[in-house]
């Protein structure tokens, strides 16, 4: 039997492989590009970039617990016009389709990194970092209204010549108000989860244990919780659903693609073992032979209570 | 080219009352590795997420070596591995030591830290050059005795000091080298705890001098900054544009 391993993500098209790499947790750097070399990447999704350059946060930035990881880098990045100088020298010859990910304290913000971006050629799309905890001028944390979050997809459809993946932090995955706000706006997909805010203290020297007060965990941990939200997310909208949280071996991605997820995406544990791509995409074949599955989408398909 | 490898334990001896002198098989890393280098290990088949770096203490054409020192659970499960058992090693990574032909060089190490200094002291002579070394512990018994005579064979003068107890030099390298013209040097190095590194500073930071640092990593990759510091040129990753830096362009208030 030909299995199809290629997925169709809607308007953002088709990807030759439904393994993804999360915003954060990839980049241009020699020995990761190098250990990632022919792994089977459908998609990598940009650090996130912000109008403004970024210091990020104080050491230190990296809590390991068990089965988890805190991390509170703060967003540290050149900011956009450097992004765009620097394109094609350091995402010209990678190899595999790039998503942008932007992130603005304002639907202006939004908007004006999302125009700066049309200068570049090629992009697969743009994936906005919804999860900015900001506080806007009526006293909102931005992120925390459905109607917000409708308003920047809105602002950037109209602007960019890109499509658009609306990305939802764990607190924007509790019901489906944001998904939808997100899809009717014009999202041509939604993704989730990013990170779940989180904090460690130090007792022993009574302060926090990152530099920053907090950060966002991921990593194994949040797997079950970010599978219920995907389950529920994926049956409320008809875009498809990006999903990812703690994927950590090929059984992890099959179960994220069978509770809907369209593509899934892999982010802390893709760092610790960039042969992670390659490793899903066997257990994913082996399953789908297994069980005569001609397609990605027919896993979701065969679930049932 | 950075590489991911499967290693055999060939050896694990311990070294120290807290510290293992761990050798693996390995070609292609240990082929490649420069002074300074580090490698990441995975730490998974101990119930670890991240893998922890280490400096590459010693090569040869078919193995690799690591001094660890036990500090937590991941070096603690290190130091428990049987010979032929496996893990996955990546590397090498990050920017080594520069070297300069013919120099004479003075390296400072402080407990672990010395490990980082071992390919370097082989090359500095390899270069033609000769080296001196400082070495600190904070007692007797933290003293690798092994680990030492293998630099009596690379350096030419070697002090070994402790902080406290019983040894027959007490005191930090402060004191040490407060005894000794450290001007006549060409070169500087230093390995250590972040504290011992800031006492040096309004010492050799005028000087030739490069100090490899440490900062807790995720990725040691070079694609999460994680492991940010301040320099004059902004933030830099220590795990990819370090672990090296010129000691004159690290933020020392910041770290
Ligand atoms: C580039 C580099 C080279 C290194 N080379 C060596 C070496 O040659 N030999 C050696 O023994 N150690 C070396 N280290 C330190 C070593 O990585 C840590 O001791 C180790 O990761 C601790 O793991 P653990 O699980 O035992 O400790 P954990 O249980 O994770 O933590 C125990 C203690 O160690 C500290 N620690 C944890 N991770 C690091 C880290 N990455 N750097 C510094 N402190 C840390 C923690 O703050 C804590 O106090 C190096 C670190 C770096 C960044
Ligand atoms: C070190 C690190 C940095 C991250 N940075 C970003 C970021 O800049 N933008 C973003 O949208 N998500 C970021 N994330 C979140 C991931 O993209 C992902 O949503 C989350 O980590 C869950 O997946 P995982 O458990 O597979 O890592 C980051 C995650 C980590 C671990
Ligand atoms: S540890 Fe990830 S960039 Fe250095």
């Known amino acids: ?305 | 080219m950075t590489v991911s490898e499967n290693c055999a334990v060939i050896s694990n001896k311990s070294v120290s009352i807290d510290g293992n002198l761990i050798t693996f098989s390995s070609e292609k890393i240990a082929h490649s590795a420069l002074p300074g280098q580090f490698v990441e290990v995975s730490c998974s088949d101990g119930g670890m997420l991240l893998r922890r770096p280490f400096s590459v203490y010693d090569t040869t054409a078919e193995s690799l070596s690591l001094f660890v020192k036990s500090v937590g659970r991941g070096t603690r499960w290190l130091g428990g591995l049987r010979e032929g058992e496996k893990v996955n090693i990546i590397g090498p990574l990050g920017k080594g030591f520069s070297i300069d032909e013919g120099s004479r060089s003075l390296l400072i190490g402080g407990g672990c830290g010395v490990a980082s200094l071992r390919l370097l002291s082989k090359a500095i002579v390899e270069a033609g050059g000769e080296c001196d070394a400082i070495f600190g512990f904070r007692k007797r018994e933290e003293i690798p005795e092994t680990i030492v005579g293998d630099f009596s064979r690379t350096a030419r003068r070697l002090t070994v000091t402790v902080d406290s107890g019983d040894y027959p030099v007490r005191g930090n390298v402060m004191d040490r080298l407060a005894e000794i013209e450290f001007d006549r040097y060409g070169r500087y190095y230093c390995c250590g705890p972040t504290a011992m590194l800031r006492a040096l500073v309004p010492l050799l930071s005028l000087k030739t001098t490069e100090v490899s640092l440490e900062a807790k990593m995720a990725c040691g990759l070079g694609v999460c900054y994680g492991c940010t510091i301040n320099t004059d040129r902004g933030g830099k990753r220590v795990c990819y544009d370090g672990p090296v830096f010129t000691m004159k362009e690290v933020e020392w208030n910041d770290l």
């Open chain 1, 1 to 305: 039997m030909i299995c199809d391993h290629s997925v169709e993500l809607g308007a953002i098209g088709s990807l030759a492989s439904p393994v993804m790499i999360s915003s954060g947790t990839f980049g241009v750097a020699k020995p990761y590009m190098e250990l990632l070399r022919g792994q089977p990447v459908g998609a990598v999704v940009t650090k996130t970039i912000t109008l403004n350059p970024k210091a990020g946060n104080p050491q230190p930035r990296i809590y390991e617990g068990p089965c988890y990881l805190i991390n509170s880098i703060g967003l540290e990045n050149q900011g956009v016009d450097r992004f765009v100088d620097f394109y094609n020298d350091e995402y010209g010859e990678i190899g595999f389709p790039v998503i942008v990910s932007i992130s603005g304290n304002s639907v202006d913000e939004f908007v004006t990194i999302a125009r700066k971006l049309n200068s570049i050629d090629g992009l697969l799309g743009l994936e906005l970092n919804l999860s900015c905890p900001n506080v806007d001028g009526e006293g909102l944390a931005f992120g925390s209204v459905p109607e917000r979050i409708g308003e920047v997809v809105k602002a950037c459809g109209s602007c960019s010549r890109f499509p658009l993946i609306a990305k939802l932090s764990p607190f924007q995955a509790i019901d489906d108000s944001f998904a939808l706000a997100a899809a009717r706006a014009g999202a041509a997909a939604i993704s989730l989860i990013n990170t779940v805010p989180a904090m460690v203290l130090d007792i022993h020297r009574f302060r926090p244990a990152t530099g920053a007060l907090s950060g966002g965990m991921s990593g194994p941990a949040v797997k079950p919780i970010a599978l219920k939200m995907i389950y529920e997310i994926s049956r409320s909208v008809d875009i498809p659903v990006i999903g990812m949280g703690g994927i950590a071996s090929g059984e992890d991605a099959i179960e994220f693609l069978m509770a809907g997820a369209r593509a899934i995406s892999i982010g802390t544990m893709n760092m610790v073992d960039p042969s992670l791509p390659g490793q899903i995409m066997g257990k994913i074949a082996g399953f789908m032979e297994r069980h005569d599955i001609e397609n990605l989408p027919e896993i979701s398909r065969r679930f049932h209570l």
